[in-house]
């Protein structure tokens, strides 16, 4: 049971770093250092998307469902909610490709918004 547990931990935390990529520019608008942990980030996804890789988090927690005597997902909240989410089935290359320039236009736009709050926050 403590293996289970442990597996979802890395599953949620593994969708939130997903959400952290994709939208953690947008706390940048309220924490400006923030930029400091977003943009690594983000480099890390879209690098991991470019490249067909998949995120250490994904064999962590496959590795603690098997301690776990684990072998497929039973059903539950996160099993159900949250995994397909993470891990979506028929995931292709070219998906993988469509991922990465989505995150690199949303993140421009996101920061494009922030550039242009900052100059309008700033003291002339």
């Known amino acids: ?16 770093f997903i959400v952290f990529v994709s939208l953690g520019g ?6 400006r250092w923030i930029l400091w942990l977003h943009l690594p ?18 064999p962590l927690e496959n590795a603690l469902r098997r301690a776990g005597g684990l072998a497929d997902y039973p059903e539950g909240f996160i099993d159900r ?7 979506p089935m028929g995931l292709t290359r070219e998906d ?17 918004c922030v550039i ?3 100059r309008r926050q700033r003291p002339r």
Do not use: F, K
């Open 1 to 16: 049971m403590g293996y289970r547990i442990l597996a979802d931990l890395v599953v949620l935390a593994h969708l939130g």
């Open 26 to 31: 947008l706390l940048a608008c309220r924490w």
């Open 41 to 58: 980030a983000l480099a890390w996804g879209i690098i991991i998307e470019l490249s067909g890789g998949i995120c250490p988090l994904t």
């Open 81 to 87: 909610h949250v995994i397909p989410v993470v891990y």
């Open 96 to 112: 993988q490709l469509v991922v990465a320039v989505a995150l690199v236009l949303l993140n421009i736009l996101i920061y494009a």
């Open 116 to 118: 242009r709050r900052y």
